[in-house]
T-cell receptor, first 112, second 119 residues
Framework: QKEVEQDPGPLSVPEGAIVSLNCTYS??????FMWYRQYSRKGPELLMY????GNKEDGRFTAQVDKSSKYISLFIRDSQPSDSATYLC????????????FGAGTRLAVHP | GAVVSQHPSWVICKSGTSVKIECRSL??????MFWYRQFPKQSLMLMAT?????????EQGVEKDKFLINHASLTLSTLTVTSAHPEDSSFYIC???????????????FGSGTQLSVL
């Protein structure tokens, strides 16, 4: 079993839709959770960073962490064509200084 | 956020040659940098941890003699792919934790990546 499971997609939605991206993880020792956005042939860009259960909102993006279920989500409201990218979830341990474990990434396409 | 610069963005080389990739932290110091490798439609796989002034730490299965890492200063780490072969063709990405002074050090910032194609 992989430490982090993420559906690779692709996920295709119309502009303006609400997008839900999800990851599950197996190791309850993970303490920090991140979402990165990666455009084709570019480095990942940090979108959201959380370390507790609950919701964190930043503009059109909401990150949700449920440690009891080992489940994290990223919601994108009012999706735009410019949101078309691969979204990677990442987790790390409290003591594992920045050694991230990445999901496979979900490819998202938002069409006009 | 912290800016990590990586170059070249792409390189094509002949089999058997060596290729050097540079990773710089532009507005902060990074005692640690990370090198990842990414195959098409796959996730990032950590190759090694680069430590300023000391030897790099390699992940299991990564050949240290093939992927030479040098972290000579607080703002520069280099990855050299020695005697490159077609199977080394991949997208290589470096990253660094943010600046302690700005409390972004728990976050990881990535360079723009280098696409290596070995003919």
């Amino acid at each position: 079993q992989k430490e982090v499971e993420q559906d690779p997609g692709p996920l295709s939605v119309p502009e303006g839709a609400i997008v839900s991206l999800n990851c599950t993880y197996s190791n309850s020792a993970f303490q920090y959770f991140m979402w990165y956005r990666q455009y084709s042939r570019k480095g990942p860009e940090l979108l959201m960073y959380t370390y507790s259960s609950g919701n964190k909102e930043d503009g059109r993006f909401t990150a949700q962490v449920d440690k009891s279920s080992k489940y994290i989500s990223l919601f994108i409201r009012d999706s735009q064509p410019s949101d078309s990218a691969t979204y990677l979830c990442a987790e790390r341990f409290s003591g594992g200084y920045n050694k991230l474990i990445f999901g496979a990434g979900t490819r998202l396409a938002v069409h006009p | 956020g912290a800016v990590v610069s990586q170059h070249p963005s792409w390189v094509i080389c002949k089999s058997g040659t060596s290729v050097k990739i540079e990773c710089r932290s532009l507005d902060f110091q990074a005692t640690t940098m990370f090198w990842y490798r990414q195959f098409p439609k796959q996730s990032l796989m950590l190759m090694a941890t680069s430590n300023e002034g000391s030897k790099a730490t390699y992940e299991q299965g990564v050949e240290k003699d093939k992927f030479l890492i040098n972290h000579a200063s607080l703002t520069l780490s280099t990855l050299t792919v020695t005697s490159a072969h077609p199977e080394d063709s991949s997208f290589y990405i470096c990253s660094a934790p943010g600046d302690l002074k700005t409390a972004t050090n728990e976050k990881l910032f990535f360079g723009s990546g280098t696409q290596l194609s070995v003919l």
